[in-house]
Structure formats: structure tokens, C-alpha cells
């Protein structure tokens, strides 16, 4: 019987000898699986870390592109808008001497001017004032299509 028990207790010692041989190569290979793992999955991380420093660079040269044109934009409307009252105030100035022109021909008496330098001068105004509102016009178009891309 002795002998018997003794069997009995080698083959369940041979049985669990075995078996945690078994386990410890699974454990082992499952050890190596997750290692394997973990290092694609840092070479992954790599690679978007990488990506997405590229793509926050080309973000930022965008980023200052933008700036530049809304500060050019800025300076050009600024120098439209200057522009524009300037000429606002010769069409001014301009309206002015013409509603004046009657009472300075009054003050200087008949015959001092002639009707061909009244008419010189008369000309001469008008195309100025055509010139002042031409100008008027076309910044006005500029300042307007300024104001739509923004």
C-alpha cells in the first residue's frame, strides 16, 4: 500500500510539476505578447507625436500668414479711409469757393473779369470737382470691397 500511495504521489507531484511547467511557458509567452505590444503601441504614440507637431507647425505658419494679411489689410483700409476723407474735404472746399464765386464777382464789380476767364475758371473747378468725385467713387468701391472680405 505504501507503494501504491507512493505512486499515487509521484505521479500527482510528476502532474503538478508539469503543469506549472506549462503555465510558466504560457505566462512567459504572454509576457512577451504584452511586451511586444507595448512597443508598438509606443512607436505608435511616436509616430502622432511626430504628425501632430507637424501639423501644429504648419497650423502656426497659417496662423501668422493670416495675421500678416489682416494687418496689410488694416494698413490699406486705414490709408482708404484717409483717402477718402481727404477728398471729402476738398469736395468741400471745392463746393465752398463755387457757392462763394457769385459774391467775390459781385465784390470785385463788372468788367474786372472777363466772361472767358469766369468760364476758365468755372471749367477749371468742375474738372477738379469731377476729379475729387471720381475718386470719392473708386475709393468708396475700395473701402466697400475691403468691408466684404471681412
Known amino acids: 500500500m505504501r507503494r501504491r500511495t507512493m505512486k499515487r504521489l509521484t505521479a500527482i507531484t510528476a502532474a503538478i510539476f508539469l503543469e506549472t511547467l506549462e503555465v510558466s511557458c504560457v505566462a512567459n509567452r504572454t509576457f512577451e505578447e504584452s511586451q511586444e505590444k507595448a512597443y508598438a503601441q509606443h512607436q505608435q ?27 496689410a489689410t488694416r494698413e490699406q483700409l486705414a490709408r482708404t479711409e484717409h483717402e477718402w ?52 467713387k473708386e475709393l468708396s468701391q475700395q473701402l466697400q470691397h475691403m468691408l466684404e472680405q471681412f
Open 45 to 71: 504614440d511616436q509616430r502622432q507625436i511626430v504628425d501632430l507637431r507637424g501639423s501644429t507647425r504648419k497650423l502656426k505658419e497659417r496662423i501668422e500668414e493670416l495675421e500678416s494679411s489682416l494687418q
Open 85 to 136: 476723407k481727404e477728398m471729402r474735404d476738398e469736395l468741400l472746399r471745392f463746393k465752398i469757393e463755387k457757392e462763394q464765386q457769385p459774391s467775390r464777382r459781385q465784390d470785385r464789380g463788372s468788367g474786372e473779369r472777363s466772361p472767358l476767364d469766369i468760364q476758365e475758371e468755372n471749367t477749371r473747378l468742375r474738372d477738379r470737382m469731377e476729379e475729387a468725385k471720381r475718386r470719392v
